[in-house]
Each structure stands twice: as C-alpha cells, then as structure tokens.
C-alpha cells in the first residue's frame, strides 16, 4: 500500500529562521513527488513536481528536494506569510486508481 | 487563482438529503478529480474522469457519484448524506494524468446537520 508520512505535523519558526520538512514515501515505481501549499479553507496550491533523486527545484525561498525514499522542502529565510500547510503527494500505483496519495501535511507557523 | 471553478462555496442541508456539486476546469485541461478533505482523514481521492470517461476510482462511498459532461465540467453527486459526509470536497484538474500539474478549485463546504 502506497504511504506518505510527513514531519513534524506542526512546527512554529521565527521570522528568518530557516528549517526543513520531510516527507517520506513508500510506493512501487515512483512517478513523481509532489508538493502542495494549502492555506487554511483555501484548496491547495502546485509548488513543485520532482521525479528523479537528486533533483531539486526551487521557488523564492523554498527548495525542494528528492532522495530515493524522502523529499524535503527546505524554508530559507521565511516571512509570515509562508506560513500555510505544506502538503506532500504521490501518484496512486496499482489498483486501478489514478488518483495523488496525500500526506496529512506539516502546518507551519512563521512568527514576526 | 487556479482557473478552476466550483460551485457552490458552501452548502448546508440535512442528514439523509441528495445535493450536487459543480466543478468548472481549466481550460484545456482533459482531467477533473474530486477529493474530500476532513480534518482527520487529510485529503482522500475520490474518483477520476478523462474526457468524459470515468477513469480511476479511489475512496468513493456507493451513496456517491460524479459525472464530466461534453463540455468538460464535471459533477459530484451525494445521496443519503449522513453526519461524517461534512467536509470540504475538492475539484483538481490537469491536462492529463498525475504526470502533469494538477490544479485545484476553491473547494464547496458541505456541513449535513
């Protein structure tokens, strides 16, 4: 069964204090890795597609990063408004379904 | 704003009560998925349509179901809601499968009281 585990579940920053989060997955055959932004009632938002270990994306001051069981999306820097739930996805395999398995998300908090 | 349009925002109604909710895609985009989002099951797929065709299956109870029409925009249909059915429910599309960006609507709110 496919799985995405993400860590911590919450975590509050300073504004400028840089971290990471992780997203661990099991699937058979990776199709890619996903990574979404979700503010609170709002429906998440596309932030970056990694296929192979060892690719990285960036975008402002979030990288995103890929191992052959982890990715990590890694804050340089953050504002206040960086805070949201950052979602990790993996397509569904098998079974017919074609759907993205989600992670529950970390819920982050960067502080002024 | 995704390009993803869902109506309508929000929705109350009663245990045992049938409601339909509308799913507008990005133009171009082949794709619709539906998801439900409650606070203690994250984000579930429910189901897939590809030009019109249903084409993948996830976590969909019976009691629902969901169409795409000629035209591209998609439905999901609930029937006999009970209690656990609030959440939010989510529309996603791209131009084709997972592969490529999916993007999501807004979301409908659904409380059954």
């Known amino acids: 069964e496919d799985q995405v585990t993400q860590s911590p579940e919450a975590l509050r920053l300073q504004e400028g204090e840089s971290s990471s989060l992780n997203c661990s997955y099991t699937?058979?055959?990776?199709?890619?890795l996903f990574w979404y932004r979700q503010d609170p009632g709002k429906g998440p938002e596309f932030l970056f597609t990694l296929y192979s270990a060892g690719e990285e994306k960036e975008k402002e001051r979030l990288k995103a990063t890929l191992t052959k069981k982890e990715s990590f999306l890694h804050i340089t820097a953050p504002k206040p408004e960086d805070s949201a739930t950052y979602l990790c996805?993996?397509?569904?395999?098998?079974?017919?379904?074609?759907?993205?398995?989600f992670g529950k998300g970390t819920h982050l908090i960067i502080q002024p | 704003d995704s390009g993803v349009t869902q109506t309508p925002k929000h929705l109350i109604t009663a245990t045992g009560q049938r409601v339909t909710l509308r799913c507008s895609p990005r133009?171009?985009?082949?794709?619709v998925y539906w998801y439900q989002q409650s606070l203690d099951q994250g984000l579930q797929f429910l189901i897939q349509?590809?030009?019109?065709?249903?084409?993948a299956k996830g976590n969909i109870l019976e009691r629902f179901s969901a169409q795409q029409f000629p035209d591209l925009h998609s439905e999901l249909n609930l029937s006999s809601l009970e209690l656990g059915d609030s959440a939010l429910y989510f529309c996603a599309s791209s131009v084709g499968g997972w592969g490529t960006e999916a993007f999501f609507g807004q979301g409908t709110r659904l409380t059954v009281v």
């Open positions: 349509y590809y030009n019109g065709e249903e084409r």
């Open positions: 996805a993996v397509p569904t395999s098998g079974g017919g379904a074609d759907g993205l398995t």
């Open positions: 699937v058979s055959g990776l199709r890619g």
């Open positions: 133009s171009g985009d082949l794709s």
